[in-house]
T-cell receptor
Framework: GQNIDQPTEMTATEGAIVQINCTYQ??????LFWYQQHAGEAPTFLSY??LDGLEEKGRFSSFLSRSKGYSYLLLKELQMKDSASYLC??????????WGAGTKLIIKP | GAVVSQHPSWVICKSGTSVKIECRSL??????MFWYRQFPKQSLMLMAT?????????EQGVEKDKFLINHASLTLSTLTVTSAHPEDSSFYIC?????????????FGPGTRLLVL
């Protein structure tokens, strides 16, 4: 079966760095997406990786290892507004997105 | 760019009534639109995929006669929940993709909270 695993909840301190991991098992692979979702709101796109390696976009970076079925989202210089759920989604061979349950990130002052 | 709107943002209705939710791409033409449902503290569940001018493709377990989807134009898709029941209460989110490439980013609307009494 197809599956996405990511931690349910993480806590970090304002100004620090946090890494949110995601492992996936899909039938084929056409890339991995990260979305941010604030409570009660719709998800917003953060990143898309289809090749191995690290992609940096401001304070946020996303890494992919296709051979390991693994990705992480790295958030630097954490701000209180980064408190949200972070959704990992892998696209399978049918171009269907398989969504993780999300990681709730709590930022403490 | 890439703004998707949904209307209404909140709806409360009586059991047995029908509710229509609109999803619009404001600054681009959406070749494909998606409808999701999200229960509290759970991930997104894809309900159906619709392409402009053709019938929607429903995911397994989603009743197409209960959740009617109409993608009448490249900027508008509607989801009608017919004969709504309390168990249909959920957060309904649409997303839209501009291009034909499946790997292109989906842009999400702000969601519609449905409460069926």
């Amino acid at each position: 079966g197809q599956n996405i695993d990511q931690p349910t909840e993480m806590t970090a301190t304002e100004g620090a760095i946090v890494q949110i991991n995601c492992t996936y098992q899909t039938s084929g692979f056409n890339g991995l997406f990260w979305y941010q979702q604030h409570a009660g709101e719709a998800p917003t796109f953060l990143s898309y990786n289809v090749l191995d390696g690290l992609e940096e976009k401001g304070r946020f970076s996303s890494f992919l290892s296709r051979s390991k079925g693994y990705s992480y989202l790295l958030l630097k210089e954490l701000q209180m507004k980064d408190s949200a759920s972070y959704l990992c989604a892998a696209m399978d061979s049918n171009y269907q997105l398989i969504w993780g349950a999300g990681t709730k990130l709590i930022i403490k002052p | 760019g890439a703004v998707v709107s949904q209307h209404p943002s909140w709806v409360i209705c009586k059991s047995g009534t029908s509710v229509k939710i609109e999803c619009r791409s404001l600054d681009f033409q959406a070749t494909t639109m998606f409808w999701y449902r999200q229960f509290p503290k759970q991930s997104l569940m894809l309900m159906a995929t619709s392409n402009e001018g053709s019938k929607a493709t429903y995911e397994q377990g989603v009743e197409k006669d209960k959740f009617l989807i109409n993608h009448a134009s490249l900027t508008l898709s509607t989801l009608t929940v017919t004969s709504a029941h309390p168990e249909d209460s959920s957060f309904y989110i649409c997303s839209a993709r501009e291009g034909k490439e499946a790997t292109e980013t989906q842009y999400f609307g702000p969601g519609t909270r449905l409460l069926v009494l």
